[in-house]
């Protein structure tokens, strides 16, 4: 190990989140946070605060190379 920290990202359906998350809070292996929602609403992206304000986003992408 190098020290190094890495946060993991990845989707799973709410069902699957709510297995995940409780199954996290039991054996305790690392924390989960959910970070946000997948909808059907095309084009709509919505940042929420911890207090529910919606902010602003940018739209950008990112070039690997």
Known sequence: YTGEQFELLFTASQKE?????AWAKRTKPFKVTP???ITSKKGKIALVDEQGKKR???VKGYRHF
């Not at 989140?17 to 998350?21: C, G, R, V």
């Open 56 to 58: 602003p986003v940018k």
């Open 35 to 37: 970070i946000g929602e």
């Open 17 to 21: 989140a709510e297995k995940i998350i």
